[in-house]
């Protein structure tokens, strides 16, 4: 990988993927709308040389071929709100897909669980069935179908799908609401189960492991999914918080949000609206397998959840 484009750079796992290809030597181009944004997480990043940014829209193959200025790589890892996401989401991917071919670039696009639909085994490997029952999930399945299509003759796609995750920047997560909150020492509401454990990757983690994929040449192909797994040990929502307000030194209460209370919240909110129908993972957890990482790529390294969370909070102090 001698050049890299993230699309998204300000976003989630955009602005840790950035870090870590920054962080490796790597040059790299950190894309997206807003100026202000990108020139803060340069910023952040310390103004490093390697590191330059261009503003865009990802919905324009033209602006991603202009700002890649050659790139090998593209990760794509832009998102779509929940309430847009089946109107979107599709046009995003078609545009991604034809700069990438037009630029005969690789393209890691960053996904989630959602095209699996409900979990038919312990963990899951890269070939569990994907049988979504969501209209969410549906869409991220046609999703998949269009990254992969036969038309790109000349790009090199993958997909790598994370669990739910956390981190300082995981503005679009479940859980970032919650750690806010807390981090803010103020009530808060958890999404979902707060009683059945799930699993969660922390996103610097996540993105050390997409970035170790990238690297390698074989990773690539048609059909190539790739899983992000979280740490062996699941959290419940009631320990997940117990930690942060551990960490923050605050326990102003944290309830759980369910069906009925999404539904009220939905009336006003058309995210939470949008929720409600992937609450079947909060209470069936779907835990992904990391045998295929382990067995290409090496062994997984990952921050314990007490340190990972503890800086995540301490993270998100800094910037209320």
Do not use: C
């Not at 991604?96 to 490997?125: Q, S």
């Not at 890269?126 to 790009?155: S, V």
């Not at 803010?184 to 610097?204: C, D, I, Q, T, W």
């Not at 059909?223 to 992000?228: L, Y």
Request: charged share 25%; net charge positive.
């Amino acid at each position: 990988m001698k050049k890299a484009i993230v699309l998204g750079a300000t976003g989630g796992v955009g602005h840790p993927l950035t870090a870590e290809l920054v962080s490796r030597g790597v040059e790299t181009v950190a894309f997206g709308r807003s100026a202000g944004k990108l020139q803060r997480l340069a910023q952040e990043l310390g103004n490093p040389v390697n590191l330059s940014i261009e503003t865009g829209d990802a919905f324009k193959p033209d602006d991603i071929m202009r700002a890649a200025g050659g790139a090998d790589v593209i990760f794509h890892s832009a998102n779509i709100p929940y309430h847009e996401m089946e109107s979107r989401l599709l046009p995003l991917g078609q545009s991604v897909m034809e700069a990438a071919d037009r630029l005969g670039a690789k393209v890691v696009v960053v996904d989630g669980i959602y095209p699996y639909g409900r979990r038919t085994t312990g963990k899951a490997t890269e070939e569990h069935p994907k049988n979504p029952h969501t209209r969410k999930g549906k869409t991220r399945l046609a999703y998949e179908k269009l990254i992969f299509d036969a038309r790109w003759n000349n790009a090199r796609p993958l997909i790598v799908r994370l669990p739910d995750y956390y981190g300082p920047s995981a503005q679009a997560s479940y859980l970032n609401v919650t750690m806010e909150a807390i981090a803010a020492g103020k009530p808060s509401a958890f999404v979902g189960n707060m009683k059945v454990p799930r699993e969660y990757v922390y996103l610097p983690d996540a993105a050390r492991m997409i970035v170790e994929i990238a690297l390698r040449d074989d990773s690539y192909g048609r059909g190539e999914n790739w899983h992000i797994p979280g740490p062996p040990r699941l959290l419940s929502g009631r320990e997940l918080v117990r930690i942060a307000q551990e960490a923050a030194g605050t326990r102003k209460a944290v309830f759980p949000l369910g069906r009925i209370g999404l539904s009220l919240i939905g009336m006003f909110n058309p995210v939470m609206k949008e929720v409600v129908e992937m609450l079947y993972l909060t209470e069936e957890p779907f835990v992904l397998s990391g045998e295929k990482y382990e067995r290409r790529i090496g062994p997984i390294r990952w921050t314990p959840h007490e340190q990972a969370i503890a800086e995540t909070i301490r993270q998100l102090r800094k910037k209320s």
